[in-house]
């Protein structure tokens, strides 16, 4: 169910599901896109840099993917919309299933209002699930040019995120931050599998 335009990004892309289903429009400028992503238990400091992030970004005419999630999710997709930008959000449920986390179902109308999408690769009602949110990341991952890991912990999907892009052979940025507080981040950048950025 994607447009003619819109997948570029993903046919070389391995592991991707054999469909997505979608709410809102996808247009051609969501091949031009970054992932902004994170922790959902988020500092202040973290909050603040994925919003900076993302109206960077949004500067630049790059549409801005993320999880929907709280924490940094949450924080790049607001800041994307207060700067005019395009948001899509790859949910961790169904399309038509209710919205999760609950706090962020007001979030989710604003992005469809301003002309933004959701998308899933799961059954439109599927509800949320241990499984399903790491699965996702396959996606945030294959869709975008890139992804850009503000905060996350050596659990974090957001870890998961920065490895499976790697793999995608996408971009992947680390903020400096990041790299002097989580060893997972300083050992991807001594790799060469992640530029460091602030």
């Not at 994307?80 to 609950?102: N, S």
């Not at 949110?133 to 040019?145: E, H, Q």
């Not at 940025?173 to 599998?193: C, H, I, T, V």
């Amino acid at each position: 169910v994607l447009d003619q335009h819109y997948p570029a990004n993903l046919r070389l892309v391995p592991n991707l599901p054999p469909f997505l289903f979608h709410r809102g429009p996808l247009q051609p400028q969501d091949a031009r896109s970054v992932a902004v992503v994170g922790t959902r238990n988020a500092t202040d400091d973290g909050l603040k840099r994925a919003a900076r992030m993302a109206r960077g970004l949004v500067e630049n005419d790059v549409a801005v993917f993320s999880g929907l999630a709280k924490g940094i999710d949450a924080s790049a997709h607001r800041a994307t919309l207060e700067a005019g930008g395009r948001t899509v959000a790859v949910m961790g449920t169904g399309i038509a299933a209710p919205i999760y986390p609950a706090e962020n179902r007001p979030l989710a109308k604003r992005i469809l209002d301003a002309g933004g999408a959701l998308i899933s690769q799961f059954w439109p009602s599927s509800p949320p699930a241990k499984w399903t949110f790491p699965r996702r990341n396959v996606v945030t991952s294959g869709a975008t040019l890139g992804s850009i890991v503000i905060e996350a912990s050596s659990t974090s999907g957001a870890k998961m995120q920065a490895r499976i892009a790697a793999e995608h052979g996408k971009q992947v940025f680390l903020l400096r931050s990041l790299a002097a507080a989580q060893p997972w981040a300083r050992k991807m950048l001594d790799e060469g599998r992640a530029v460091e950025v602030t």
